[in-house]
C-alpha cells in the first residue's frame, strides 16, 4: 500500500522543519542541523519523510518548482507556454534569482531543504546494522538528489555537503562532476545491492512505497539505468557497462511508478507544488500558463489518445476568478496549444493577441484539473522512463532484450499511468495496445521516437527537470528556438543554470574556481560535462 504524505508523525516533523528553515538566514546554516539531536530523540524514519517531501519541491510555496520547474524548464522545453511577464525560461532571459531558485538560499533550496535532512539520514544510520534497508534508501535518495542537483548547474557541492555539522567545514568544495557521476553510479549500485527484504528493519518513514523493499530495489535499478544514460555523449563505455548491471532488475509496471500523493490539512507544507503554482495561488498562472503549441500539435497529429485526458479548454474564464469552470471542454478536436516566447506587449511578432492561433486565452489548452489537484501526486520515476531508457540501450548496443518490445511496453504505459494522478484520467489497456500498435517502432529513427515519446512522457508527468537533461543529452525532440528581444543566449536554448551569485560571497574561492570551469561560461549557454556539444 502506498503510503500518503499526510501520516501525523511525518506532517508535525515537517511541520517542525518549515518552523526551523523560517528562521535560517545565512549559508552555515545549509551545513549544520538547526535541531540538538541526540541519540534518544532522532528517529531517521522522520527525517527520510521530510527528505522525500521537499524533493517534490520547497514547503515555502513551492519557491523552487516555481522558479525552476516552471517558469524556466517547463517553457524552456516548450512543454508549457505562457505570457505572465515574469517567466523568463521561453524568452531565454535571464533571471539570476530564478535560476538559482533550485540551489537555495539559507532558508529555501535543495541544499537546506533536501541535502542536509538526507545526509542526516544517511550519517545517522551508516554504522548501525539495525538501520540497513533506511540506510540504503537513504543513499539512493541522496543519489536522485544529487542527480538533479548537479544536471542543474554542473559541478556542485557532493561530498563535503551537508556535513557542516559533522566536520566543521562551512565552506564545502565543488567536486566535479564527472566525479559526481562516477561516484553516484558506485552509491546507487552498492545501495540496491546491500537492500535486504529478508532483513527486520521496516523503513517507516517512506511515502514512497510504504517501506516495500522490493520496490526500493526495483526503483534503485531504474535510478542506476538513469544515470547511466546521462553518460552516452561523454562517456559511452561506462554507460553501457552500468546499464547492462540493470538488465531484468527495473522496474515491472505501472505499479512500481515512484510518486508522492500530497496532502491538503498541512496547507503550503504538504500540499502539490505544481498546483500551488498552476492553480493561480500567487499570481495570474491559471489564466495565462497553456499547454504549448509544440506538445499539443505533437498529440493530436498523431491521435494520441493521451489529449483528451491531459489537456482542456475553457478552465478558467476570467484572469480574475481563480475557480475552475466545471463545463470544460476535454474534445481532443479543439485543444490548441499556445505560441512559446508571447507576451502582451502590444508588439507585433511578439504579442499573443496577433498570433494566427489566437482568438481568447481560454480556448487555449490548459492542463487537466485532475493533473493539479492539490492533493495529487508528484511523479519521481516512472516504468514509463525507465522502458524508454531500455530502449534506447537496446537500440545502441542490443543488450536486455529489443528496443521494439521496450518502446511498445514504454508508450503503453506512458498512456495508461495517467489514472494515477486520477480515475478521470484512465485509458484502457486496449486503448493504449491499439495505439502503440498503431505507431510501431522504427530503428531507422528510433533515437528520435524514443527520446521524442520521453520528452511527452515527462511533459505529463510535470517532471520538466528531467524534460529538459534528458533533451540536452538526445538532441530529442528537434525543438525551433524562440527569438525575442534581448535574450541571454543568442537565441539558442539553455543549456545549463548559472551558479547562484550568492555563492560568491559565502563560498567564494570554491564558487569562482567552479564559476571560470564552466565549458562556455557561467551562464544559460555553458554546458555540464555530460552535456557534450
Known amino acids: 500500500m502506498r503510503t500518503n504524505i499526510s501520516i501525523k508523525y511525518s506532517l508535525l516533523i515537517t511541520i ?13 546554516d545549509i551545513n549544520t542541523n538547526p535541531v540538538a539531536y541526540g541519540p534518544g530523540t532522532f528517529d531517521p524514519n522522520y527525517t527520510l519523510t521530510t527528505a522525500q517531501l521537499s524533493y517534490t519541491g520547497s514547503i515555502d510555496f513551492a519557491y523552487d518548482t516555481w522558479r525552476g520547474n516552471l517558469i524556466y524548464s517547463a517553457t524552456m522545453m516548450q512543454g508549457l507556454s505562457t505570457v505572465v511577464s515574469y517567466w523568463a525560461g521561453d524568452k531565454y532571459l535571464l533571471n539570476p534569482g ?3 531558485a533550485y540551489w537555495g538560499t539559507g532558508a529555501v533550496g535543495a541544499y537546506i531543504e533536501q541535502v542536509r535532512p538526507i545526509v542526516d539520514v544517511v550519517e545517522y544510520t551508516k554504522s548501525d546494522p539495525k538501520y540497513n534497508n533506511i540506510h540504503q534508501v537513504a543513499r539512493l535518495w541522496k ?3 544529487f542527480e538533479r542537483i548537479t544536471d542543474l548547474y554542473g559541478d556542485v557541492p557532493y561530498s563535503e555537503a551537508g556535513l557542516g555539522v559533522y566536520t566543521g567545514n562551512l565552506t564545502p568544495k565543488y567536486d566535479k562532476q564527472q566525479d559526481i557521476y562516477i561516484n553516484l553510479l558506485k552509491e ?17 518513514g517512506d511515502a514512497i512505497y510504504n517501506g516495500n523493499i522490493g520496490n526500493w530495489k526495483r526503483f534503485g535499478s531504474s535510478l542506476l539505468l538513469r544515470i547511466a544514460m546521462r553518460l552516452t555523449k561523454i562517456d559511452e563505455t561506462k554507460a553501457k557497462e552500468y546499464a547492462q548491471k540493470t538488465i531484468g532488475k527495473t522496474m515491472i509496471d505501472n505499479k512500481d511508478n515512484a510518486f508522492i500523493l500530497h496532502d491538503v490539512a498541512g496547507a503550503r507544507v504538504t500540499q502539490n507544488r505544481n498546483s500551488q503554482v498552476l492553480r493561480g495561488d500567487g499570481g495570474q498562472e491559471h489564466y495565462y500558463t497553456k499547454w504549448s503549441k509544440t506538445f499539443i500539435d505533437l498529440l493530436k497529429v498523431n491521435n494520441d489518445p493521451r489529449l483528451g485526458k491531459v489537456a482542456v479548454t475553457q478552465l478558467y474564464l476570467d484572469d480574475t476568478d481563480k475557480s475552475q469552470n466545471n463545463a470544460f471542454i476535454t474534445n481532443p478536436a479543439v485543444q490548441k496549444g499556445m505560441p512559446n516566447g508571447k507576451d502582451l506587449s502590444g508588439i507585433a511578432g511578439r504579442d499573443v493577441r496577433q498570433d494566427p492561433t489566437f482568438t481568447t486565452f481560454p480556448a487555449y489548452s490548459s492542463i487537466s484539473p485532475a493533473m493539479i489537484k492539490q492533493n495529487g501526486a508528484t511523479f519521481i520515476l516512472t516504468y514509463a522512463e525507465t522502458e524508454f531508457l531500455l530502449a534506447e540501450a537496446a537500440q545502441r548496443w542490443n543488450i536486455g532484450g529489443t528496443a521494439a518490445e521496450h518502446y511498445k511496453s514504454g508508450l503503453k504505459s506512458a498512456i495508461t499511468y495517467l489514472s494515477q494522478y486520477d480515475e478521470s484520467l484512465a485509458i484502457s489497456e486496449p486503448t493504449a495496445e491499439a495505439f502503440a500498435n498503431a505507431n510501431p517502432y522504427n530503428a531507422a529513427t528510433g533515437l528520435q521516437m524514443i527520446n521524442t515519446q520521453y520528452w511527452l512522457h515527462t511533459c505529463t508527468m510535470l517532471d520538466f527537470y528531467e524534460t529538459w537533461c534528458n533533451w540536452r543529452r538526445s538532441g530529442f525532440p528537434v525543438l525551433v528556438p524562440v527569438v525575442y528581444p534581448g535574450n541571454a543566449t543568442n537565441g539558442t536554448i539553455p543549456r545549463r543554470f548559472p551558479y547562484p551569485l550568492q555563492e560568491g560571497a559565502e563560498n567564494g574561492v570554491n564558487y569562482r574556481a567552479a564559476s571560470a570551469a564552466v565549458p562556455g561560461g557561467d551562464n544559460l549557454t555553458g554546458r555540464v560535462w555530460w552535456d557534450k556539444p
Open 16 to 28: 517542525g522543519m518549515l518552523f526551523s528553515l523560517s528562521c535560517t538566514k545565512d549559508f552555515k
Open 98 to 100: 530564478y535560476t538559482a
Open 143 to 145: 543519489a536522485l538528489i
Open 188 to 204: 546507487v549500485d552498492e545501495a540496491t545491492n546491500a537492500l535486504n527484504e529478508s532483513a527486520g528493519d521496516k523503513v517507516t
